[in-house]
């Protein structure tokens, strides 16, 4: 694959996922739910236009300029805080949608950071380096959507760690 196809598959992928996340925010029943896709939606959307300019630059100069890029994904803390608030409405509140659409997000982005895996793998020099990065901000967007996954559905594991075993009930 060379790297303007890497490029534009990345772009590809990135879109697939910013699209859920958009889709799941308007969909959220739950007002936390609706803020963690839209943040989620959000990063992706910066990840869209990074790629896109690297795009441009690769193909008016044939060269690569990698510059940093940042997640607004929060910190574990945060993303506990956020969950604790899911929590104290659950007794009242159907999350079965909420659910459906976290177990689609993370196949997406688990399939998205394999991509990512692959142009590590497989690519060359700062190409390289660029795809680390958005791999290592996918792995972080599969952590906080398993995260959040494993809170509401209550499987007894958190970032996963086994929290308890049913098996002690």
């Known amino acids: 694959m060379t ?3 890497a490029i534009k598959t990345a772009i590809e992928y990135e ?4 699209d859920l996340y958009v889709e799941s925010a308007a969909k959220a029943y739950d007002p936390v739910g609706r803020r963690i896709f839209q943040a989620l939606g959000d990063d992706e959307q910066r990840h869209v ?19 940093k890029l940042e997640s ?3 910190s574990r803390e945060t993303i506990l805080k956020e969950v604790a608030r899911l929590e104290e409405r659950m007794a009242r509140d159907d999350l079965k949608d909420e659910k459906q659409m976290l177990s689609k997000a993370l196949k997406v982005e ?21 795809f680390a990065r958005f791999l290592e901000i996918e792995d972080a967007h599969i952590n ?15 970032f ?10």
């Open 72 to 74: 607004i994904i929060p």
């Open 144 to 158: 906080a959507v398993q995260a959040e996954l494993d809170y509401i559905s209550k499987t007894g594991y958190w």
């Open 15 to 18: 879109i697939r996922i910013r």
């Open 160 to 169: 996963d760690f086994k929290e308890f075993d049913m098996e002690d009930f």
């Open 110 to 130: 688990v399939e998205t950071s394999n991509f990512y895996q692959k142009m590590v793998d497989e690519m060359p020099g700062e190409s390289r380096q660029m």
């Open 3 to 5: 790297l303007e196809e």
């Open 49 to 67: 236009d990074y790629l896109k300019s690297r795009l441009e630059i690769w193909q008016e100069t044939g060269k690569l300029k990698v510059e």
